[in-house]
């Protein structure tokens, strides 16, 4: 048996200047071919499970590509169309099935709204009679397209993501039923007309524990092999975006009809609490200052990286430091012009120099606005670090060149590349214990939770500028479907009543 495997993700933000070239995938682009194999096997994450699944079929494997880029703006079309190639040319030298880590909210330039979907459209022309199975995030914006072109999808059950393992094992599972011919997929599309925000899909508590539990259920019942319940990804302007629902079951298009509905009904009731509502930055920073003995966490959100954000808006390290906070651990902040400064200088060195506001916003009408900080350089290093986990275990980081600034107020990591704080491995390498300080801002929305607040004394949520403000009304959305809760009142739910499949479960295998 010989697989062909792929592992490319990027979570793309209609409305982020950040440019999402071939480099951005990887240290410098994504792992190819051996090295992909080597980078991914014993890692926590959705591919890693498809090689140890492979191992234990005895298959021999192909991984042409293995790249993750940092939620940033639609991908460069010369670096789709080479990851495209690079796995569909894998694809024509033949195999007896595909498994596929993707995100489901990828958005190519020049229009192109899904790319995901175009590139599964691509994969099955390539083996119109070969078993492809998913595995998508569980904010994937998911489409006909993707579903139609595929045999089996399964997306993250949690958000903080801390079973991509265990959902590639999902999609592996049923997959394998496939190729034994064991099982006959058919899938269910429910598409649900919410946008729901990401601060409220945490999958701990209120509607989107509810929605998911329910897919977790379904999973359970006689006949359905996968069930998932995705947020989506509101920051992309796209027709598709929106929470959904995907339910694949062994032959039986009816039960994938109702049981796709249901779940999605779950979460139309109870759109409201997927709605956030911004507190006042400056009463935010005032309750900070009252807050219990530290470490209190400041989430920078509106500028969070894991969405597509620039990671170098100031606004709420401005108002701490207006309103007098000290021992403030931050970062990281992207910044390659003040990395390069403080290099120059090198360590131990003093300087003054903006940091920061590098990059102007013009889908919100911001321009970047730099805080110019004096402080002496603590540490130089190469940005690299393996992150312990729970979320992307084993899987190798990239910060790119990185510098720390100290201040009298603030110590500041500073980042050539953008980096969500997935672990503390952000401050860690490069020689700082955040847990010494009475404040810790993180430009973060969920990925913060599992590694920061089991030692946190406080969260406190900061609703600064940023392109992944939590405020809808701070975007215009050309393209997508409307309406669409909560921007339009007259948004209706509509139970699924047709099956999307592929042409392989329509019997062409």
């Not at 599309?189 to 539990?213: C, H, W, Y």
Request: aromatic share 6%; charged share 20%; proline share 6%.
């Amino acid at each position: 048996m010989k697989l062909v495997l792929a592992h490319f993700l990027h979570e793309s933000n209609s409305f982020s200047p950040v440019p999402t070239p071939w480099e951005a995938f990887g240290p410098k682009g994504p792992h190819l071919g051996d090295a992909a194999v080597a980078a991914m096997t014993g890692t926590r994450t959705p591919v890693g499970a498809f090689l140890d699944a492979a191992a234990a079929w005895g298959a021999e494997v192909e991984l042409p590509v293995a790249g993750y880029a940092s939620p940033s703006a639609p991908v460069d079309r010369d670096a789709f169309e080479r990851a495209c190639d690079l796995i569909v040319d894998a694809v024509r030298r033949g195999c007896d099935g595909i498994l596929l880590d993707l995100h489901g909210a990828m958005i190519v330039a020049g229009g192109l709204e899904d790319g995901d979907g175009e590139l599964l459209r691509r994969v099955r022309e390539a083996a119109p009679d070969v078993p492809i199975g998913v595995a998508l995030d569980l904010h994937a914006n998911v489409t006909p397209t993707k579903v139609a072109n595929c045999d089996v999808i399964a997306g993250y059950h949690t958000y903080p993501h801390i079973d991509m393992y265990e959902t590639g094992e999902r999609v592996a599972r049923a997959f394998h039923r496939l190729l034994l011919g064991e099982a006959r997929p058919r899938m269910a599309l429910q598409q649900i007309p919410v946008l729901s925000q990401t601060l409220k899909m945490n999958t701990s508590e209120g509607a989107m524990r509810a929605f998911v539990d329910a897919a977790r259920a379904a999973e359970l019942e006689p006949g359905v092999l996968c069930a998932s319940a995705f947020g989506g990804f509101p920051m992309a302007d796209i027709h598709h975006a929106g929470s959904s629902v995907v339910v694949v079951t062994d032959g039986d298009d009816d039960l994938a009809c109702r049981t796709a509905s249901s779940i999605g009904a779950i979460a139309w009731d109870q759109r409201d609490d997927l709605v956030w509502h911004d507190s006042d930055l400056v009463e935010a920073i005032t309750a900070a200052k009252s807050a219990p003995t530290g470490p209190v966490l400041l989430i920078d959100h509106a500028d969070n990286c894991a969405s597509g954000g620039t990671q170098d808006v100031m606004t709420v390290l401005r108002e701490a430091l207006r309103q007098g906070l000290s021992s403030i651990a931050v970062g990281p902040i992207r910044d390659p012009e003040a990395v390069a400064q403080m290099i120059a200088a090198g360590v131990g060195a003093q300087i003054e120099l903006p940091i920061g506001g590098k990059l102007d916003m013009p889908s919100i009408g911001l321009r970047g606005e730099p805080l110019v900080l004096s402080g002496v350089v603590r540490a130089i290093t190469d940005g690299e670090y393996t992150i312990t986990g729970p979320q992307l275990t084993g899987v190798r980081a990239y910060m790119g060149r990185t510098a720390v600034l100290e201040t009298p107020h603030t110590t500041i990591v500073v980042t050539e590349r953008l980096q969500e704080p997935w672990d503390l491995g952000v401050f860690s390498s490069v020689g700082i214990d955040p847990t010494g300080f009475r404040y810790i801002m993180l430009k973060s929305r969920m990925y913060f939770r599992p590694i920061f607040l089991p030692f946190a004394a406080d969260v406190i949520y900061c609703s600064g500028d940023g392109v992944t403000s939590s405020d809808h009304r701070r975007f215009r959305y050309d393209h997508l479907r409307r309406p669409m809760y909560p921007l339009d009142d007259t948004a209706a739910f509509e139970p699924t009543t047709r099956t999307v499949t592929s042409g392989l479960s329509e019997g062409k295998g």
